[in-house]
């Protein structure tokens, strides 16, 4: 299980091509990352790897560790930055061509601000950002609320260790910032692993990742998770967070996929909100490599929180020309029955640059009302 895990985690680069219609012998050999768990063995990847943190803020050969601790030069001088509040801090800016193959993070593991700091990222020589995500919800957490688990996309340790291993290939530049707009200085460790490499085919697509949050949703309007986007693409998943405003089963909605000049019905529709997530009667704490739940519990206010997830890896949901993708709210109380819960989402998938903006994220205010409350608070 270990080496699926692996093989689709480098894969998701040689899918994108693939469904991009980019399958020369020339685009695959392009690819060579899949060979780093295939054949582990195989030196000539045309690839060099580099990692940046703030022990190396440029990734440049031979400038790891040149700050100086009370140990002396290079004993663990620079493993962290205190983040004041409204701050942004320059994470990487990487010139040339390559692919981010995993990113690290951690800040104070005792509060539950997750959600008051921003990531953002930038593909190439685009203006706008192609990420503007939550810390914590870019990293599979909702709510604020810390859980440890695993899947194909995330790793999350009991003390806000957060990793995400879907590659991201960029031909010209990647930069990405990390910005405190909570009301207190925190501590900021990260990793950001990458490899450089030859170019990538014009229509490879780069990652892109929103949030959304309605609070509550409204009645019949179904809540989006992947807004329009007028672009060929892959949709890779989504982290959703659902805090439960009735006492009735909420998560009769279905998931639904418009695409390619779809209107009034989909082209892919699901049977439930459980469902989508492959589970079944209700939501159970199942956290599994594509699919489930890490969280569906009771905060010290008796509100119901839930964490769950679906990435769209061995069973890809691909479009050529646009995609919208929605999910329902609807509550079961002997019958069916339209209803509103406060639902958030991360949004993950693939698109060529050059691409439109984001949706607005939602403010702080609206990002961290009613999140995750500890009895310790």
Same mark, same amino acid.
């Given at each position: 299980?270990?080496?699926?895990?692996?093989?689709?985690?480098?894969?998701? #680069?040689?899918?994108?091509?693939?469904?991009?219609? &980019?399958?020369?012998? =020339?685009?695959?050999? @392009?690819?060579?990352? +899949?060979?780093?768990?295939?054949?582990?063995?195989?030196?000539?990847?045309?690839?060099?790897?580099?990692?940046?943190?703030?022990?190396?803020?440029?990734?440049?050969?031979?400038?790891?560790?040149?700050?100086?601790?009370?140990?002396?030069?290079?004993?663990?001088?620079?493993?962290?930055?205190?983040?004041?509040?409204?701050?942004?801090?320059?994470?990487?800016?990487?010139?040339?061509?390559?692919?981010?193959?995993?990113?690290?993070?951690?800040?104070?593991?005792?509060?539950?601000?997750?959600?008051?700091?921003?990531?953002?990222?930038?593909?190439?020589?685009?203006?706008?950002?192609?990420?503007?995500?939550? #810390?914590?919800?870019?990293?599979?957490?909702?709510? &604020?609320?810390?859980? =440890?688990?695993?899947? @194909?996309?995330?790793? +999350?340790?009991?003390?806000?260790?957060?990793?995400?291993?879907?590659?991201?290939?960029?031909?010209?530049?990647?930069?990405?910032?990390?910005?405190?707009?909570?009301?207190?200085?925190?501590?900021?460790y990260y990793q950001i692993d990458y490899t450089l490499q030859e170019p990538f085919p014009e229509r490879t697509g780069m990652m892109h990742v929103c949030f959304l949050r309605q609070n509550p949703t409204k009645q019949k309007q179904d809540f989006e998770l992947l807004p329009l986007r007028k672009n060929s693409g892959r949709y890779i998943g989504s982290v959703m967070g659902i805090r439960t405003t009735g006492k009735d089963w909420w998560g009769e909605g279905e998931m639904k996929v418009y695409m390619d000049g779809d209107k009034l019905l989909p082209t892919i529709c699901g049977t439930g909100s459980e469902d989508y997530v492959g589970l079944s009667w209700?939501?159970?704490?199942?956290?599994?490599?594509?699919?489930?739940?890490?969280?569906?519990?009771?905060?010290?206010?008796?509100?119901?929180?839930?964490?769950?997830?679906?990435?769209?890896?061995?069973?890809?949901?691909?479009?050529?020309?646009?995609?919208?993708?929605?999910?329902?709210?609807?509550?079961?109380?002997?019958?069916?029955?339209?209803?509103?819960?406060?639902?958030?989402?991360?949004?993950?998938?693939?698109?060529?640059?050059?691409?439109?903006?984001?949706?607005?994220?939602?403010?702080?205010?609206?990002?961290?009302?009613?999140?995750?409350?500890?009895?310790?608070?």
């Open positions: 299980m270990d080496y699926g895990h692996g093989f689709w985690k480098v894969s998701v #680069v040689v899918l994108t091509a693939l469904v991009m219609g &980019a399958t020369s012998t =020339a685009t695959m050999a @392009a690819y060579p990352q +899949v060979m780093l768990i295939e054949k582990p063995y195989n030196l000539d990847t045309g690839m060099t790897s580099r990692s940046i943190s703030f022990e190396n803020p440029t990734g440049e050969p031979g400038h790891g560790g040149e700050a100086a601790s009370d140990l002396g030069a290079g004993r663990k001088g620079a493993p962290r930055r205190i983040i004041k509040p409204g701050e942004t801090v320059k994470l990487c800016d990487i010139k040339g061509s390559g692919a981010i193959r995993h990113i690290w993070m951690t800040t104070a593991h005792d509060q539950s601000d997750l959600r008051d700091f921003v990531i953002r990222g930038w593909w190439d020589e685009q203006k706008h950002p192609s990420i503007e995500c939550p #810390v914590g919800d870019f990293f599979g957490i909702s709510h &604020a609320k810390v859980v =440890a688990y695993q899947s @194909a996309v995330h790793s +999350v340790g009991k003390r806000a260790g957060m990793n995400f291993w879907l590659p991201m290939p960029f031909n010209k530049r990647a930069t990405f910032t990390f910005t405190n707009e909570g009301k207190k200085s925190v501590p900021l209700g939501v159970q704490e199942t956290p599994f490599m594509y699919n489930g739940c890490c969280l569906n519990q009771k905060d010290s206010t008796g509100s119901t929180f839930v964490t769950m997830y679906r990435w769209h890896l061995p069973d890809p949901i691909i479009w050529l020309k646009e995609a919208r993708i929605t999910i329902q709210q609807i509550a079961y109380d002997k019958g069916l029955r339209e209803t509103s819960d406060d639902w958030s989402a991360a949004s993950f998938w693939y698109e060529p640059i050059p691409s439109e903006p984001l949706p607005t994220m939602p403010d702080q205010k609206a990002r961290t009302d009613n999140n995750w409350t500890s009895k310790k608070k």
